[in-house]
Structures are given as structure tokens and as C-alpha cells.
């Protein structure tokens, strides 16, 4: 059973908390609930106490209206509060950028590190821009009850995975999770506006940072090396061979060591 605490607009925020020793508080959740990030959550348990929450919106956590990416900012202090003020923290992907935003607008006193997976902005012609309407056609599908073209929608185009592909995973039994929480890709498109790099938020961000990537996907890669150039205390490292979906067993040394060290 998972525990739970308020947000500063008195949203139910759940989380998990797991292990012992220093904190860690891990941000990830694009279209899924905490449970994408509990067997990296069991690993890292073994060495800290983790916090795996649930992002407003996402699993058991509210989800009042209207959305602002300040009131996630807001989520994610109630947790670093119930880890004892400060926590080292972990963001994945999407995810990440919501914790690089949460550090440049005020938490940097209480987060002691940071780590990312692949942050994925689009900082290059490796890849085809973000369509200026990609926000506006999400919410047009979810008022029409589109749930799956939702998700399809942020698979080929956000993320960039062939259209034949998408179409298999369409069947695979875990895509009804996926719609259930279609919902949210606005929520993330917000957040993301046209995925270019903050470059003003990243120099305010002056916690030492680890800026992971797996190599497998270049315009990934090309982010990590632009957000590490842009930071102003930053490390960067390759889990080599790592799709995006980066193994648990791979990412935890990786954050351990750095943590730890």
C-alpha cells in the first residue's frame, strides 16, 4: 500500500518509499505510473532510502485542473519533504526536464544531486522538429475520446518511432495502461513546449549533474551533450548500447556510483 502526502494545493500525492540510508527521490512517469520505475526503485534500495512517486495525474495521485507544470514543481517538494528536506534525485527522460525546471526554480537547496536519462529536447536536425500544433491535436483526440491515437501520436511523432512499429505495440497487452494515461501527454507537451533546449532554465541549474545517455538513439545522445555543455556543473557518461527504455540493472550502478560519490 502506498503512502501518501499533500501538495502545496492540497493534492493527494502518492508515492512508495523503500530501503534505507540517504534519500533519493526518483521523478520518471511519461504515460504510466510509478510502477515504470520500481525495479530501478528495488535496486537502489539496497544502498538509499528511495522515493518512487506517482506524478499528479498518474497512477493513484490526483489530478486537478487546470494543469501547471509549477504545481508538479510543487509535487515534487511535498516528496522531497517527506524524505527529510533534501534528497538526491533521479528524472528519466520527460521526467527529467521536470526535475531541471524544479531545481532552477527554487528546489536547489534541497536537491543535492541530480541525474538524467537521455532529457529529450531536440537541439539539432538529427531529427524532425515538433509540429507547432503537436499540444493542440493531442487535446483535440482526447476530447473525441482518442485515446490510442494519443499514444500513437506521441510515439511516432515525439518520440520518433516508425509508424509500422506503433501499430504492433497497439496490440501488445500492456497498450490499455498506455491509454489509461493518455491523458497526461498534454500534461507532458506542456511541459515540453516545442522541445527545444531551455537554455535559461539549464544555467540556473547549479547542482553537480550526471547527463545519461545510451547511444543508441543520436538525437538523445546529441541532447545529453547539449543540456551537459549547457549546465554549469555537469558530468556526462554513456551506457552504451541502452535503448531509451534503459535496463534497471544498467542505470542503477550508474546512479549509485554517482551518488555515492
Known amino acids: 500500500m502506498s503512502d501518501k502526502v499533500?501538495?502545496?494545493?492540497?493534492?493527494?500525492?502518492a508515492f512508495d518509499r523503500s530501503g534505507?540510508?540517504?534519500?533519493?527521490?526518483?521523478?520518471?512517469?511519461?504515460?504510466?505510473?510509478?510502477s515504470q520505475q520500481a525495479p530501478v526503485a528495488q535496486l537502489l534500495s539496497q544502498d538509499f532510502t528511495v522515493f518512487n512517486f506517482d506524478r499528479r495525474g498518474h497512477g493513484e495521485s490526483g489530478d486537478p485542473q487546470p494543469y501547471a507544470v509549477e504545481r508538479e514543481i510543487e509535487d515534487i517538494d511535498a516528496v522531497l519533504g517527506e524524505a527529510g528536506g533534501s534528497?538526491?534525485?533521479?528524472?528519466?527522460?520527460?521526467?527529467?526536464?521536470?526535475?531541471?525546471?524544479?531545481?532552477?526554480?527554487?528546489?536547489?537547496?534541497?536537491?543535492?544531486?541530480?541525474?538524467?536519462?537521455?532529457?529529450?529536447?531536440?537541439?539539432?536536425?538529427?531529427?524532425?522538429?515538433?509540429?507547432?500544433?503537436?499540444?493542440?491535436?493531442?487535446?483535440?483526440?482526447?476530447a473525441e475520446g482518442r485515446r490510442g491515437d494519443m499514444v500513437e501520436l506521441f510515439f511516432t511523432h515525439a518520440v520518433g518511432m516508425p509508424a509500422e512499429v506503433?501499430?504492433?505495440?497497439?496490440?501488445?497487452?500492456?497498450?490499455?495502461?498506455q491509454e489509461?494515461?493518455?491523458?497526461?501527454?498534454?500534461?507532458?507537451?506542456?511541459?515540453?513546449?516545442?522541445?527545444?533546449?531551455?537554455?535559461?532554465?539549464?544555467?540556473?541549474?547549479?547542482?553537480?549533474?550526471?547527463?545519461?545517455?545510451g547511444g543508441e538513439w543520436p538525437w538523445l545522445s546529441n541532447s545529453a551533450?547539449?543540456?551537459?555543455?549547457?549546465?554549469?556543473?555537469?558530468?556526462?557518461?554513456?551506457?552504451?548500447?541502452?535503448?531509451?527504455?534503459?535496463e534497471p540493472t544498467a542505470i542503477a550502478p550508474a546512479l549509485i556510483e554517482f551518488f555515492q560519490s
Do not use: C
Open 6 to 13: 499533500q501538495s502545496k494545493d492540497g493534492t493527494s500525492i
Open 20 to 34: 534505507r540510508g540517504p534519500a533519493v527521490v526518483i521523478v520518471g512517469g511519461t504515460v504510466g505510473d510509478r
Open 87 to 142: 534528497a538526491f534525485v533521479y528524472g528519466t527522460s520527460g521526467p527529467g526536464v521536470l526535475a531541471l525546471h524544479a531545481v532552477a526554480e527554487g528546489l536547489r537547496n534541497n536537491i543535492k544531486k541530480l541525474a538524467l536519462w537521455e532529457p529529450p529536447f531536440i537541439v539539432d536536425d538529427s531529427r524532425p522538429k515538433i509540429r507547432s500544433d503537436y499540444r493542440g491535436q493531442l487535446m483535440s483526440l482526447l
Open 166 to 177: 506503433v501499430a504492433q505495440m497497439r496490440q501488445a497487452p500492456w497498450w490499455p495502461q
Open 180 to 213: 489509461a494515461a493518455a491523458h497526461t501527454l498534454v500534461y507532458d507537451a506542456t511541459l515540453m513546449g516545442d522541445y527545444s533546449l531551455p537554455r535559461a532554465t539549464l544555467v540556473k541549474v547549479n547542482v553537480p549533474t550526471l547527463v545519461i545517455d
Open 225 to 246: 551533450n547539449a543540456v551537459a555543455a549547457a549546465l554549469p556543473n555537469a558530468q556526462r557518461r554513456t551506457l552504451a548500447g541502452q535503448q531509451h527504455n534503459v
